[in-house]
């Protein structure tokens, strides 16, 4: 899909950093939102903090633009997401015959995934899968220069949570590797942890999706941009084990968020923060791009990764991106467009 630019050329440059949030084969979502705002010649990234999908969509993102500018980034992320989709052609994971008739993304009610829903929950992963085999590490590996990411002006933050400590891990561009971006997206029921330097490594959502707290320290930017794909809120009470679990995993990946969110909201509230730390968190401008389209979706199609699928989420995140540059565009670079003070309501 080649990006033809029509962001405003009359308007002054606004450093922007980026937080992507992780939720497997929903990072198409992401993508779409990227691809859309690389279209804007006066947005320009400062930072990107991402777990995940979202550390996987950053990287990426970050060689194709030191290759090629904007379209090189487009480009890449087109590229990376046709090969994780290439990838997945022959696995038996697929949505049933009716859910393809009737158009439903899901895979609840594919056998095949059923079975290892079930396997993941009985058996580790160092039992199923006991060579540690994971598709992804080549394709990183073959999409993504390293070295040339090392070297990138936009500074990279990706998470992943020590499996000793319980701790946040941050990875910056000169530590990153096919390693450092699975260890990122490692959920430890489907996975072996990923160990770097002696130290093993669970999926960076249990301790920050995305953190925030490396845009506010080690950027400039005073906006950052939240591209979510997580629900924080849901209706009803989930009533079946898959639904808790699934329910369970989306508090616990948000937790950490919501708290560093909260802090900007409870700083803003002080009369004098002075000049250090407190008044680089009251003076973040936080802006969300999100799809309630996404949220309807079912927990199993995160595994989902056919073309079509990954083409509809791409599709949603630019027309969700393109919505929120003609109702929020402006305000960019000037005031917060997310209300923060619910979260102070809720303490």
Request: net charge negative; proline share 4%; glycine share 8%.
């Given at each position: 899909?080649?990006?033809?630019?029509?962001?405003?050329?009359?308007?002054?440059?606004?450093?922007?950093?980026?937080?992507?949030?992780?939720?497997?084969?929903?990072?198409a979502?992401?993508?779409?939102?990227?691809?859309?705002?690389l279209?804007?010649?006066?947005?320009r990234?400062d930072?990107?903090?991402?777990?995940?999908?979202?550390?996987?969509?950053?990287?990426?993102?970050?060689?194709?633009?030191?290759?090629?500018?904007?379209?090189g980034?487009?480009?890449?992320?087109?590229?990376?997401?046709?090969?994780?989709?290439?990838?997945?052609?022959?696995?038996?994971?697929?949505?049933?015959?009716?859910?393809?008739?009737?158009?439903?993304?899901?895979?609840?009610?594919?056998?095949?995934?059923?079975?290892?829903?079930?396997?993941?929950?009985?058996?580790?992963?160092?039992?199923?899968?006991?060579?540690?085999?994971?598709?992804?590490?080549?394709?990183?590996?073959?999409?993504?220069?390293?070295?040339?990411?090392?070297?990138?002006?936009?500074?990279?933050?990706?998470?992943?949570?020590?499996?000793?400590?319980?701790?946040?891990?941050?990875?910056?561009?000169a530590?990153?590797?096919?390693?450092?971006?699975?260890?990122?997206?490692c959920?430890?029921?489907?996975?072996?942890?990923?160990?770097?330097?002696?130290?093993?490594?669970w999926?960076?959502?249990?301790?920050g999706?995305?953190?925030?707290?490396?845009?506010?320290?080690?950027?400039?930017?005073?906006?950052?941009?939240?591209?979510?794909?997580?629900?924080?809120?849901?209706?009803?009470?989930?009533?079946?084990?898959?639904?808790?679990?699934?329910?369970?995993?989306?508090?616990?990946?948000?937790?950490t968020?919501?708290?560093?969110?909260?802090?900007?909201?409870?700083?803003?509230?002080?009369?004098?923060?002075?000049?250090?730390?407190?008044?680089?968190?009251?003076?973040?401008?936080?802006?969300?791009?999100?799809?309630?389209?996404?949220?309807?979706?079912?927990?199993?199609?995160?595994?989902?990764?056919?073309?079509?699928?990954?083409?509809?989420?791409?599709?949603?995140?630019?027309?969700?991106?393109?919505?929120?540059?003609?109702?929020?565009?402006?305000?960019?670079?000037?005031r917060?467009?997310?209300?923060?003070?619910?979260?102070?309501?809720?303490?």
């Amino acid at each position: 899909m080649e990006a033809v630019p029509s962001g405003r050329s009359d308007r002054a440059s606004v450093l922007v950093d980026l937080a992507l949030q992780g939720g497997g084969s929903h990072g198409a979502f992401t993508w779409g939102v990227l691809d859309r705002l690389l279209e804007e010649s006066w947005l320009r990234i400062d930072g990107i903090s991402g777990t995940s999908a979202g550390a996987m969509n950053a990287v990426v993102l970050v060689d194709g633009y030191e290759r090629e500018g904007p379209r090189g980034a487009q480009a890449a992320l087109e590229s990376f997401w046709r090969r994780v989709s290439y990838s997945a052609r022959f696995s038996p994971i697929r949505r049933s015959p009716m859910d393809i008739l009737l158009g439903r993304w899901t895979l609840d009610n594919s056998p095949f995934f059923v079975v290892f829903d079930l396997a993941a929950r009985l058996f580790s992963p160092y039992d199923l899968n006991p060579r540690g085999a994971n598709p992804l590490r080549d394709i990183l590996a073959e999409c993504v220069d390293f070295g040339r990411v090392a070297k990138s002006s936009i500074r990279l933050f990706v998470t992943a949570t020590n499996v000793r400590t319980g701790r946040g891990r941050v990875f910056r561009n000169a530590e990153l590797s096919p390693d450092a971006l699975l260890a990122s997206a490692c959920l430890p029921t489907l996975f072996q942890a990923i160990e770097i330097n002696g130290e093993a490594y669970w999926d960076g959502g249990y301790s920050g999706n995305p953190t925030i707290t490396p845009l506010v320290r080690e950027c400039t930017s005073h906006d950052t941009l939240l591209i979510a794909v997580n629900p924080v809120e849901r209706q009803g009470t989930p009533r079946s084990a898959r639904e808790i679990l699934d329910r369970l995993n989306e508090v616990s990946f948000n937790a950490t968020l919501l708290k560093e969110l909260r802090m900007i909201a409870l700083l803003r509230q002080v009369a004098d923060v002075g000049t250090g730390e407190g008044a680089l968190w009251a003076g973040m401008r936080i802006h969300l791009i999100a799809s309630t389209a996404i949220d309807e979706l079912g927990a199993s199609s995160k595994f989902n990764a056919e073309w079509d699928f990954l083409s509809m989420l791409r599709d949603e995140g630019r027309r969700c991106a393109e919505s929120f540059l003609a109702s929020h565009g402006a305000s960019v670079g000037k005031r917060s467009t997310l209300d923060l003070d619910v979260l102070l309501e809720q303490v």
